[in-house]
């Protein structure tokens, strides 16, 4: 098939949209190159990257040090299985149970794996160790929550797009208020094994619960012997200005879910990470993933980690952040009815008489800022933690520019 375009650009999208499924709704920017904060597309025009792969390239594209580990790893050994040990994999296991204070780490790769993989874990834990009765035990979640997309994530999904058409789905789980301890409090019950939330809902539209939220969330669980289960896939990982969003509010979950920015933006690398006493109840053959840990993204991984641990990119991420907020609130009533967020994440809602997110995301990509909205009038405004203050300003200019050049 011949496809004419006028444009590398055109001719890079009619490729794309008739070869490959149409499960995303793309701008029409094909990026050929990245680094830093930007992004060069195919016909060269280069974008400040404000979304950075929904957090996955938190420490910049191509970063330095992980693409150093990336090409060594490259030249030495990627993959083995998990039939055969590798000398990559206790190393990283070690560094991400001590940055978040856990004993063990189960490596997977999508971040909807980590998920499924403490569904797993948290039923097996309430067999074994609560002594749920066989088949009954149930999970709560936050309404408007977003956790991934395999079959048992969406049927606990509250949004008709992610559920409609894809049933039976997977019993189990119940669908509470986020922000409200009590509304959760009413719903657990003594088959309750696991409460799964994402400590700020990302996809959502960047929703922070109030203050007193998740500590009451933490006491809850302890009080009913349920573990609390933190995705921090997109929350996590320095985006928030700590290393975890729940060190925000000095809350400890029993299992941390980590995605995304762990595997530096060059690879798929997800964890659970958790105690002895609830990984533990994993044994040979009951779960696993012939890439989960792979050498390529233990290397990686352990990169990252210490990449963290000298936590200048939290600083960063917290200092900027406040940069880029009050910059965000100076615009409201002027286009921009609401922020929220925190550290170098911000949801912004944008008044919806302006016309819908999408619009406004194709208005910014003209003037090269790439966002992506969430729902509705909601931008989100999440670049790589390498963004500087006057990049920052750069992009609110053309946010301002771009809400004027919509109005009446
Ligand atoms: C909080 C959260 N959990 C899980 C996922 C799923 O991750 P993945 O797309 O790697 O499967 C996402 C993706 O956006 C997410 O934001």
């Given at each position: 098939m011949?496809?004419?375009?006028?444009?590398?650009?055109?001719?890079?999208?009619?490729?794309?949209?008739?070869?490959?499924?149409?499960?995303?709704?793309?701008?029409?920017?094909v990026?050929?190159?990245?680094?830093?904060?930007?992004?060069?597309?195919?016909?060269?025009?280069?974008?400040?990257?404000?979304?950075a792969?929904?957090?996955?390239?938190?420490?910049?594209?191509?970063?330095?040090?992980?693409?150093?580990?990336?090409?060594?790893q490259?030249?030495?050994?990627?993959?083995?299985?998990?039939?055969?040990?590798?000398?990559?994999?206790?190393?990283?296991?070690?560094?991400?149970?001590?940055?978040?204070?856990?004993?063990?780490?189960?490596?997977?790769?999508?971040?909807?794996?980590?998920?499924?993989?403490?569904?797993?874990?948290?039923?097996k834990?309430?067999?074994?160790?609560?002594?749920?009765?066989?088949g009954?035990?149930?999970?709560?979640?936050?309404?408007?929550?977003?956790?991934?997309?395999?079959?048992?994530?969406?049927?606990?999904?509250?949004d008709?797009?992610?559920?409609?058409?894809?049933?039976?789905f997977?019993?189990?789980?119940?669908?509470?208020?986020?922000g409200?301890?009590?509304?959760?409090?009413?719903?657990?019950?003594?088959?309750?094994?696991?409460?799964?939330?994402e400590?700020?809902?990302?996809?959502?539209?960047?929703?922070?619960?109030?203050?007193?939220?998740?500590?009451?969330?933490?006491?809850?669980?302890?009080?009913?012997?349920?573990?609390?289960?933190?995705?921090e896939?997109?929350?996590?990982?320095?985006?928030?200005?700590?290393?975890?969003a729940?060190d925000?509010?000095?809350?400890?979950?029993?299992?941390?879910?980590?995605?995304?920015?762990?595997?530096?933006?060059?690879?798929?690398?997800?964890?659970v990470?958790?105690?002895r006493d609830?990984?533990?109840v994993?044994?040979?053959?009951?779960?696993?993933?012939?890439?989960?840990g792979?050498?390529?993204?233990a290397?990686?991984?352990?990169?990252?980690?210490s990449?963290?641990?000298?936590?200048?990119?939290?600083?960063?991420?917290?200092?900027?952040?406040?940069?880029?907020?009050?910059?965000?609130?100076?615009?409201i009533?002027d286009?921009?009815?609401?922020v929220?967020?925190?550290?170098?994440?911000?949801g912004?809602?944008?008044?919806?008489?302006?016309?819908?997110g999408?619009?406004?995301?194709?208005?910014?990509?003209?003037?090269?800022?790439?966002?992506?909205?969430?729902?509705?009038?909601?931008?989100?405004?999440?670049?790589?933690?390498?963004?500087?203050?006057e990049e920052?300003?750069?992009?609110?200019?053309?946010f301002?520019?771009?809400?004027r050049?919509?109005?009446?």
């Open positions: 011949t496809i004419l375009a006028d444009t590398a650009t055109e001719a890079a999208i009619a490729l794309a949209d008739r070869y490959a499924a149409h499960n995303y709704s793309p701008l029409p920017v990026a050929a190159s990245a680094e830093g904060a930007w992004i060069t597309d195919v016909d060269g025009r280069r974008y400040l990257d404000c979304l792969a929904y957090s996955a390239v938190n420490f910049g594209h191509r970063n330095p040090e992980i693409t150093a580990t990336a090409h060594a490259l030249d030495t050994v990627t993959l083995v299985s998990r039939a055969f040990h590798s000398d990559k994999l206790g190393p990283f296991c070690a560094a991400l149970a001590r940055l978040c204070g856990k004993d063990m780490v189960l490596p997977m790769n999508s971040g909807a794996e980590a998920v499924e993989s403490a569904l797993k874990v948290a039923r834990w309430g067999a074994e160790v609560k002594g749920v009765p066989a009954r035990a149930n999970i709560i979640v936050a309404d408007n929550n977003f956790h991934g997309r395999t079959i048992s994530i969406v049927s606990f999904s509250s008709p797009v992610a559920r409609n058409g894809f049933g039976p997977t019993p189990g789980f119940r669908s509470v208020p986020f409200d301890a009590a509304g959760l409090a009413r719903a657990i019950d003594g088959d309750t094994v696991a409460v799964l939330l400590p700020i809902q990302g996809e959502a539209g960047i929703i922070v619960p109030p203050d007193d939220y998740l500590p009451a969330v933490r006491a809850l669980c302890s009080e009913h012997d349920v573990l609390l289960i933190a995705d896939i997109q929350s996590g990982l320095a985006r928030t200005g700590h290393t975890l729940c925000r509010w000095g809350v400890v979950p029993d299992v941390y879910l980590l995605g995304k920015a762990l595997g530096g933006g060059v690879v798929p690398l997800s964890a990470v958790a105690d609830i990984l533990g994993l044994r040979p053959g009951e779960h696993g993933s012939t890439f989960g792979n050498p390529l993204a290397a990686i991984g352990s990169t990252v980690v990449i963290l641990e000298r936590g200048e990119f939290q600083a960063r991420s917290a200092e900027l952040g406040a940069h880029l907020h009050g910059r965000l609130e100076d615009m009533g286009g921009v009815v609401a929220r967020g925190m550290g170098l994440w911000a912004v809602d944008v008044d919806p008489s302006l016309g819908t999408k619009e406004m995301s194709l208005r910014l990509a003209d003037r090269g800022v790439l966002v992506k909205d969430t729902h509705g009038s909601t931008l989100r405004f999440a670049p790589p933690l390498v963004v500087t203050r920052i300003d750069w992009a609110v200019r053309q301002a520019a771009a809400l050049e919509a109005g009446p």
